[in-house]
DNA sequence: GGCCGAATTGCAATAGTATAACATCGCAAA
DNA sequence: TTTGCGATGTTATACTATTGCAATTCGGCC
């Protein structure tokens, strides 16, 4: 599974690169516009395999340029890279994730790590359809879902944590 | 499925007599003290089937009674709900909901109208247990997970909503 | 009953997260 | 050039939650 990747080492950079490069493919098809701004805060999302709260990636980008940026701003590039299914929103710690699959919209689900914060994103259809299977027999009509679970990863257990 | 009660039509005031009632006898198994505040606050959560904001259960607290009680307060009660399994948070909301089954603790898996707001918890051992084949075979160990799902309720998808 | 320690609540301040409303800018089509 | 529109700047504010310390209450114990 490459997308357990986040919690093992490997060379992160190609993550930043790839990521930002497909989210340039797919902003040019849909004709989107990933503006630099954009396209910053999209980056610092992926900085790491770690949710960023918005108001570090705020941090991170005033660090960066001489003019401090307002809150609004960030929200709304989140906002957008949400929108393009970019980027993810984790309720529970009310922070931000790069998706490493954009190109078709979809639920994601998650596995954070309490130690190393590490997080990602699983598909697994078994999920998703025990959840439509409860919905239905319950005659919901599911629209959006959010599945967080948060452990220990298998990095963190093995080093006693 | 008992638990459904909340996207039908039912007589509430047998609910919120029950969950008192369970409620209490829990606390006084558990020796855990159930003040007269945490109690009027668990009745407030339990005054229908949507989530409560914690702002919204001060206000309410407030036109009670005479004295105005601080936020701290209510998020205190609020936690203490929680440790005893009787109220669960919703992440994707900021709200708080009573749980039917408070006798074991229990992981959390909702379904959220997006138009009544009504919310029932599921108990879906498909679920939890399609969550903890993915977690184990990411070499992940679950503690805690939020399932939150938005949609459409039979209800209110009958009325064409 | 009176005292003690612990749990609970009161109270004030503040941190953290997110949005609203309106102005401005820059690009591209008419 | 003008106009329209999306993006960003700017300011203020709303909403959610926690911290720290003082005052009070509770329950057990002498």
Redesign the pocket.
């Given at each position: 599974m490459a997308s357990l990747l986040a919690f093992k080492r490997h060379d992160h950079r190609h993550c930043i690169e790839q990521a930002l490069q497909e989210a340039e493919q797919l902003c040019a098809r849909r004709e989107?516009?990933l503006?630099?701004?954009?396209r910053r805060v999209l980056e610092l999302v992926w900085q790491n395999h770690q949710p960023s709260?918005?108001?570090?990636l705020l941090d991170q980008l005033a660090a960066g340029s001489a003019?401090?940026?307002?809150?609004?701003?960030v929200?709304?590039?989140l906002?957008?890279l949400q929108e393009q299914g970019l980027v993810h929103?984790l309720a529970s710690l009310?922070?931000y994730i790069g998706c490493p699959h954009a190109e078709r919209h979809h639920r994601g689900h998650f596995l954070i790590c309490r130690h190393c914060q590490a997080t990602v994103e699983i598909t697994s259809s078994q999920v998703a359809e025990a959840i439509d299977a409860s919905a239905r027999a319950a005659g919901f009509e599911a629209e959006e879902e959010w599945v967080e679970v948060l452990g220990v990863c298998a990095g963190c257990r093995g080093r006693g944590q």
């Open positions: 989107a516009r503006t630099p701004l954009r709260g918005a108001y570090q003019s401090r940026v307002a809150p609004a701003t929200y709304r590039a906002d957008f929103r009310n922070a």
